[in-house]
């Protein structure tokens, strides 16, 4: 079977996967199913005020003051009267998150998050594609920041991860109100899966990164910041998060199963047996077997990496010998 005489969707269904591992160290909303319902149709007051508010700004001045709001004001001020509810809904931030990253909304609202980032913010995440740390497709929102990462750069990057804030204190003896200068990211089971893993014992957490900038670590030493790096929790603050693109497609990331399936003792024996010398090479590469392997691609990306992946190639040989030997 030749990769490129397949057509994209046989492509996509035979090679590409969901990276496996992740959902139990993910944020993730358990229980019911996040709609992508607006905000609830409550009694709304006719407000004046409001509606006097709207009536004397021009829609794209309007659309700008709101943009620089996050999405709990926007939820506040929606409720003020069905005028505002209508002007809210007419966003293009709200009306996108809400229709491609619901899921993403609600962990920022369950996480305490959401006053911290504006709609304007996690909207321009949306749109983007890159990792804000590398050139690679970026299927995850640190949530604490705000950027969008790849799994590469969030499980190599220490500072993007995060720690207990209970661990934070007592490494840099610090009190409750001199942490609370850095958003605090609230867990509770309701945004895990501690099915694979021991529930946590502490309930706060936060972002090494954001313990530097906000000045709350400046006098630690590098010891100590060692010390909570080696503490760290790398997928507890991130979130699956889609890429909208400008023609509207959305892209959730794609990952292939060839560079899944190198390290597997069974593949790395259909490996030997066709080249001989194909182990030791694979021994050579663990390296950038590994960060392939965590790599995610637009569905552009996949099919050309596809094409090209001696992986796939040698999975697709394997399967022809096996098909002439049982013909």
Known sequence: MDPSKLTPKETLSLFSHELAGLEYAMLKVKGEPVTRRPLEDLSYSSSRSYNALLDGLPTE???CIANLLDFRSLGNFSCASRRAKAAV?????????????????????????????????IHSALRAQRCSYCPDFAPF??????ERCCHNCLYQNRSLQVVS?????????VSAADLNRVPLVFLSEKLHNFSHVKSPSFSQVV??????????????SEQTMCSLREHTYF????????????????????????????????????LADLDPHSMLRAEDQDRDYEKFKYQARTK????????????????????????????
Request: hydrophobic share 40%; aromatic share 6%; proline share 4%.
């Open 165 to 173: 804030a209970e661990r934070v204190q007592d490494a840099l003896n």
């Open 207 to 220: 972002c090494v990164k954001q313990l530097k900038e906000s000045g709350v670590a400046d006098h630690a």
């Open 141 to 146: 929102l640190v949530v604490t920041t705000c």
């Open 300 to 327: 552009p990306e996949f099919l050309e990496h596809v094409r090209t992946c001696e992986r796939v190639n040698i999975l697709l040989q394997t399967d022809k010998s096996r098909s002439g030997s049982s013909g």
């Open 61 to 63: 001045l309007w659309q």
């Open 89 to 121: 809904e007419a966003l293009p931030a709200y009306r996108d998150l809400l229709r491609h990253a619901p899921e993403a909304l609600v962990v920022l609202s369950r996480t305490g998050l959401i006053s911290h980032h504006s709609a304007a913010k």
């Open 235 to 270: 997928a507890k603050g991130a979130v699956k998060f889609p890429s909208l693109g400008p023609d509207g497609g959305v892209e959730r990331g794609l990952w292939c199963i060839g560079c899944l399936l190198k390290s597997d003792f069974q593949f790395r024996g259909m």
